[in-house]
């Protein structure tokens, strides 16, 4: 039997990548036309699975350092060409998730002859196979370029929702919603890993905040959306087909578009010109997380699994995740059921979002003033505890609809706490493998909480709902004590970390250069990307943050 090593993920392997050679200099005497390799030029050695970004800088014929002020410039070109694609896919993707809701006060219910728990099961379905599907897309994430992905899977889901049309009964909505799920699983995914790819851990908060603030212009302007293609009298399509298809051939043309403009990473952009591109790069060192290796490491997943911190964001997508689920697939049924006809309920579900975009973006300012998320966290709590209590103590009498509806409006402030839950996890974790497993967790517990949420509410329970808001109720609370504990854990890994830091000689605090903000910093000739005692060497050897004591964590 042939001798076998069995290969350390972590043990470094190498790749041989080809440098520029002096052509002239090097053909043979004897053969004009033949080339010979330089012998100390031709090829530079580096160990496989290290970071890309370091690669690129082992390239560079010069050093890159980072000013304040070219580190402001260089993100303002990133913001003007990342974000616009994020934003607008993610009101695409909410605006198709909410097709249902707006369908259901459109007469879908009665014309498809959904009964029981069916219309229940077509708001969770789509979780199911986003939760099924969440480790492949981990995979991919790693091992394939990210824009040309996701420009695929949108263009995937924007044909399922145009084929929604042709569906009559319980049977062809649960088979489309379920196609429509597993190509949607990749999407908030992606954008977490394109934050923590392009953003400084300082910048990363606001930007999760904006894409998922999306949540909010949708229930504002798709609701004003369904309320007019309500209007169209159509001989051949109802209203809510009408729906189905004008969201769906919009998701398309846009997956084009996000094909051609949406870059696969910082290395390869080709918007960013000369240095633009290195400058790019090297600002995001003092993360400590790297930007992508391009190699599936076992032993960063082994280390997700048995890590305290990913089952601790894992329980925290789960449980605001069972509400957000109920509440979005039932809100106008909610709503509905104060009394108002389909026209004024759509209506009256703008509000709902105009309040989540003030609460998610809010929220997010909040925690980047303070440097803190889990206070932000637990105050974002209370405005949901309140509002399922007032929905379950006042009656459903005319008098109470003013009532009802400040109470309603109040529990949407809930959608500013997943985009913070996605920030605090994203940089509190290093390692691309591990960082992407973790983000899999994440989605893992809220596909599972969403295919909960709506089966807490039943259509034949209105118009109380008591079962579905009390159990929202127990888990706001029971999330407020999980952002405590998470605030436990990170402090002590802080001091373990620092405590092994002196055990290396090195300083027991040192200043976390990737969360100072551009905007707050004196100095803009000040060097961003490495600190004192060459903190920041190992910011991109692909390490996790339990394995290098240099990673500072923020709660």
């Known amino acids: 039997?042939?001798?076998?090593?069995?290969?350390?993920?972590?043990?470094?392997?190498?790749?041989?990548?080809?440098?520029?050679?002096?052509?002239?200099?090097?053909?043979?005497?004897?053969?004009?036309?033949?080339?010979?390799?330089?012998?100390?030029?031709?090829?530079?050695?580096?160990?496989?699975?290290?970071?890309?970004?370091?690669?690129?800088?082992?390239?560079?014929?010069?050093?890159?350092?980072?000013?304040?002020?070219?580190?402001?410039?260089?993100?303002?070109?990133?913001?003007?060409?990342?974000?616009?694609?994020?934003?607008?896919i993610y009101c695409l993707q909410s605006l198709d998730?909410?097709?249902?809701?707006?369908?259901?006060?459109?007469?879908?219910?009665?014309?498809?002859?959904?009964?029981?728990?069916?219309?229940?099961?077509?708001?969770?379905?789509?979780?199911?196979?986003?939760?099924?599907?969440?480790?492949?897309?981990?995979?991919?994430?790693?091992?394939?370029?990210?824009?040309?992905?996701?420009?695929?899977?949108?263009?995937?889901?924007?044909?399922i929702l145009c084929g929604m049309v042709a569906a009559h009964n319980f049977t062809g909505l649960l088979i489309s919603r379920l196609f429509l799920g597993i190509f949607e699983a990749a999407v908030a995914p992606t954008f977490v890993a394109v934050i923590q790819m392009w953003y400084r851990r300082r910048e990363q908060t606001t930007r999760n905040a904006a894409w998922y603030s999306m949540l909010g212009i949708v229930n504002m302007l798709g609701s004003l959306l369904s309320y007019g293609l309500g209007h169209i009298n159509s001989g051949v399509l109802k209203s809510y087909q009408i729906i189905f298809l004008f969201c769906g051939c919009l998701t398309v043309t846009w997956s084009i578009v996000t094909f051609i403009f949406m870059p696969d990473s910082p290395m390869t952009a080709k918007f960013l010109k000369g240095d633009d591109k290195l400058i790019a790069i090297e600002r995001l060192r003092m993360n400590q997380q790297g930007i992508g290796s391009g190699v599936w490491k076992w032993a960063h997943v082994w280390e997700a699994m048995l890590d305290p911190k990913t089952w601790l964001w894992f329980s925290m997508m789960f449980v605001i995740s069972i509400p957000s689920g109920g509440i979005s697939t039932f809100g106008p049924l909610i709503i509905q059921s104060f009394g108002f006809d389909s026209f004024t309920t759509i209506l009256f579900n703008i509000p709902f979002g105009a309040v989540q975009m003030i609460a998610t973006l809010g929220g997010a300012w909040l925690a980047d003033k303070i440097r803190m998320k889990a206070p932000?966290?637990?105050?974002?709590?209370?405005?949901?505890?309140?509002?399922?209590?007032?929905?379950?103590?006042?009656?459903?009498?005319?008098?109470?609809?003013?009532?009802?509806?400040?109470?309603y409006y109040i529990i949407s402030i809930y959608p500013g706490i997943s985009p913070l839950i996605y920030s605090w996890s994203g940089q509190n974790t290093g390692g691309d493998t591990k960082r992407k497993v973790t983000t899999a967790m994440l989605f893992i517990g809220s596909n599972a909480g969403n295919i909960i949420g709506p089966l807490l509410f039943r259509t034949d329970e209105k118009p109380r709902y008591t079962r579905g808001l009390t159990a929202n109720l127990v888990l706001f609370v029971l999330l407020a004590v999980l952002v405590a504990l998470g605030m436990l854990l990170i402090k002590f890994l802080n001091v373990k970390h620092a405590k092994a830091r002196v055990a290396l000689g090195k300083p027991e605090k040192i200043v976390d250069l990737s969360m100072v903000d551009n905007r707050e910093t004196a100095n803009d000739d000040d060097v961003l990307n490495q600190g004192a005692d060459n903190v920041g060497e190992r910011g991109f050897e692909d390490l996790t943050d339990l394995k290098n004591e240099d990673f500072i964590y923020v709660y």
């Open 1 to 88: 039997m042939a001798d076998s090593k069995e290969r350390d993920d972590n043990a470094p392997e190498t790749i041989r990548v080809e440098q520029a050679m002096d052509v002239e200099a090097n053909k043979s005497a004897a053969d004009p036309d033949r080339v010979e390799p330089a012998p100390d030029r031709a090829r530079t050695v580096y160990p496989r699975g290290l970071d890309k970004a370091a690669e690129i800088l082992k390239q560079a014929d010069h050093e890159v350092v980072v000013t304040v002020v070219e580190s402001r410039r260089v993100v303002k070109l990133i913001d003007w060409r990342i974000l616009p694609i994020l934003l607008f």
């Open 97 to 159: 998730k909410n097709t249902l809701s707006y369908a259901s006060v459109f007469g879908l219910i009665t014309d498809t002859g959904l009964k029981g728990d069916e219309y229940s099961w077509l708001g969770s379905v789509v979780y199911v196979a986003q939760l099924v599907f969440q480790p492949l897309v981990a995979y991919i994430l790693v091992k394939f370029p990210i824009g040309k992905f996701l420009a695929f899977m949108v263009f995937c889901w924007g044909a």
């Open 376 to 407: 932000v966290l637990m105050l974002l709590c209370l405005g949901p505890i309140a509002g399922c209590s007032i929905l379950l103590a006042v009656g459903r009498a005319a008098s109470d609809r003013a009532v009802l509806l400040v109470g």
